[in-house]
């Protein structure tokens, strides 16, 4: 009888060591990614509901057209529309080869004091290419042109 009493309580130590591991992981994994998870916000989102100045997140949509200005080293700031709201971004650093007017963007930043403040700027990649979100706002809006089929 001793035995299998024992080997019961064992069995219940087990089960309860693998639990608080599980809890334990997933506490840490949840942890580590809090400041990855960035959410995604078209410019009309942004202008209807303004995010906290201590939020980061992702906007998308077109760089407007004749709205880049180059300031001082490498600082540049620009529109970026989708159509029914425009959003002024300020960006230091080096843009992408692809990055242009009338061009898909995705900025990753704060928006402070009705400015987009952005860490990181990205461009398409190539010719054809534009990132699902800035597809789906720019839809939205109606703005979205597909691509020709022929080039």
């Given at each position: 009888m001793a035995?299998?009493?024992?080997?019961?309580?064992?069995r219940i130590q087990?089960?309860?060591?693998?639990?608080?591991?599980?809890?334990?992981?997933?506490?840490l994994i949840g942890y580590g990614m809090r400041d990855g998870i960035n959410f995604f916000r078209s410019p009309s989102q942004v202008m209807a509901e303004p995010p906290a100045p201590n939020e980061v997140f992702r906007i998308g949509g077109l760089v407007e057209e004749g709205s880049i200005v180059r300031g001082q080293g490498s600082t540049v700031s620009f529109s970026v529309?989708?159509?029914?709201?425009?959003?002024?971004v300020v960006y230091s650093g080096v843009l992408p080869d692809l990055f242009s007017e009338n061009e898909g963007m995705v900025g990753t930043g704060r928006y402070v004091n009705g400015v987009f403040e952005a860490t990181e700027i990205l461009a398409k990649h190539d010719e054809e290419y534009m990132p699902a979100e800035v597809v789906d706002a720019l839809k939205e809006q109606g703005v979205y042109k597909e691509p020709d089929a022929g080039s």
């Open positions: 035995l299998k009493s024992l080997k019961k309580q064992r087990v089960i309860a060591l693998a639990t608080v591991a599980l809890i334990l992981s997933t506490a529309t989708d159509g029914g709201a425009t959003v002024p």
